[in-house]
């Protein structure tokens, strides 16, 4: 009997244990299937939210659309006033090189026109006093010729300039 005693002690001892077992492992599905509904809760908060950020991502890009079309056209703008910019300066530069030339040449045509014109000056002295000395020898052989001219003849007193009332 008391092998009975000891069986029978060792078989509820078991089931005791088994029945410990079986609680705690009930307990413990318990806590993970409140767990993994939390969880679950949880998971689908966050796909709300996802959901939610991405419809938010999409009307931004949406909204973005035109400003990134108006940067794009900006940014052409830019490149076509840059490239403008460049064309004007390096025709500025042709200009200014052109005008520079022209400078050079209006420079010398002034001074040839300087020479020029200091050349004609001198010329037109050098023939006023030509014209000055001849009508002086005209002035100086009528002179001597009035003194010849027979001054009782009306011819002679006009040419020498010779009134009656001198007579």
Do not use: W
């Amino acid at each position: 009997m008391k092998l009975a005693a000891v069986f029978a002690f060792v078989s509820v001892s078991v089931m005791l244990g088994m029945i410990y077992q079986a609680a705690k492992q009930e307990l413990n599905l318990r806590s993970l299937k409140t767990h993994m509904m939390q969880s679950s809760v949880e998971v689908k908060r966050k796909e709300d939210a996802i959901i939610e950020m991405k419809a938010k991502i999409q009307d931004l890009n949406k909204s973005l659309l035109p400003l990134n079309t108006k940067r794009d056209e900006l940014e052409k703008k830019k490149k076509d006033t840059v490239k403008s910019t460049e064309d004007m300066n390096n025709n500025l530069q042709t200009c200014n090189t052109e005008k520079g030339e022209a400078d050079k040449k209006k420079a010398g045509f002034t001074e040839d026109l300087t020479k020029v014109k200091a050349e004609h000056e001198e010329a037109k002295k050098k023939a006023q006093e030509e014209i000055q000395h001849l009508k002086q020898q005209i002035l100086d052989r009528d002179a001597a010729i009035c003194a010849f001219v027979d001054k009782a003849n009306e011819e002679g007193r006009k040419m020498c300039g010779i009134t009656e009332a001198s007579n």
